[in-house]
């Protein structure tokens, strides 16, 4: 399990890392690489507790990638909380 999470955190770093060279804000990529390997749509304080950002961060870059249709807002019956996901490609 241990191996797992290392891996996660490695492509989470290694994203965001080919995010700056493609022009992309460190950590908008990081927080895309968080939510392609997260099976479960994740909350703002789970993305800041997850990656050690601020909320603002957090808000400004959920925004920026739902804007650029890679994440999408989900709710969950009967939480006030939004939850984000990436948007579903190729049917899967």
């Not at 989470?12 to 099976?39: F, K, Y």
């Not at 749509?41 to 804007?67: H, K, P, Q, W, Y």
Request: net charge negative; glycine share 10%; charged share 25%.
């Amino acid at each position: 399990m241990m191996e797992l999470a290392e891996a996660k955190q490695k492509f989470i770093d290694s994203w965001g890392t080919l995010g700056q060279e493609w022009g992309i804000n460190r950590t908008m990529a990081q927080v895309h690489a968080l939510l392609l390997v997260t099976p479960e749509a994740l909350s703002t304080e789970e993305v800041m507790e997850t990656l050690g950002i601020s909320r603002g961060n957090a808000n400004m870059t959920l925004r920026e990638l739902m804007g650029w249709g890679l994440v999408d807002k989900q709710l969950k019956k009967g939480e006030r909380r939004e939850y984000f996901g990436q948007i579903k490609m190729f049917g899967t």
